[in-house]
């Protein structure tokens, strides 16, 4: 029965890793929806995100499955699906709230999410404080890898996660990582996290801004 259920399971778990990864998209641009509204900027760019993220996760949620154990072709499906998709939706607020073109928010999102740090920006000014701190946290995102994170904040997908961490992973993967994944990935995000706000605050007592650092 097990080997049925691990069959009927196979092409489940690329759409469900796609969704979830979506929905977290939609979740993080109500976040910064509320972040502009306080600041009083435009908040449009962040709406029209998290209706096209919600909208297409929450259908790809639902036809895949969370026990679902991927071969080696889905887990590189779904790391080629959520590389491409996820900035490609993240580029909206950079159309719709920075008025940059398709093209050039595509690439300032790709550039964001996978820390190359070029950038097609020539006026700097042109950007809400919003807009840039949602570029930040797409660079922040990519640093730490979104199949780290998508592991750490599902535990359910400890096992099939693994062969998503094994795709990411450069050189042999013979052995596991660890034999607790979750365990692992958390403490990375929470060696990531805190350096992240030690250099922030470093920064807002050398005279910067809270936001700027």
Not at 148 to 157: G, K, Q, T
Not at 162 to 170: G, Y
């Amino acid at each position: 029965m097990a080997t049925v259920r691990l069959v009927n399971g196979r092409g489940r778990f690329a759409p469900y890793a796609l969704g979830t990864c979506l929905l977290g998209l939609g979740a993080t641009m109500v976040v910064f929806t509320g972040y502009a509204a306080a600041l009083g900027e435009p908040v449009e760019g962040f709406l029209a995100t998290a209706a096209i993220a919600g909208g297409l996760g929450l259908p790809l949620l639902r036809l895949g499955r969370v026990t679902s154990e991927p071969g080696r072709r889905e887990a590189l499906l779904a790391v080629l699906l959520i590389w491409s998709v996820v900035p490609a939706i993240g580029a909206v607020p950079f159309v719709v709230t920075g008025g940059m073109s398709p093209l050039n928010a595509l690439f300032e999102s790709m550039s964001a999410f996978t820390t190359t740090g070029a950038t097609v920006l020539s006026d700097f000014g042109a950007f809400t404080s919003s807009l840039f701190m949602w570029r930040a946290a797409a660079q922040w995102i990519g640093g730490i890898g979104i199949i780290v994170i998508f592991v750490s904040l599902f535990p359910r997908l400890a096992i099939a996660g693994r062969q998503l961490f094994f795709t990411e992973a450069p050189g042999p993967t013979e052995e596991r990582l660890t034999p607790k994944l979750r365990h692992t990935a958390t403490t990375l995000l929470t060696v990531y996290g805190g350096l992240t706000v030690a250099c922030a605050l470093a920064y807002w007592a050398a005279g910067m801004t809270l936001t700027q650092a």
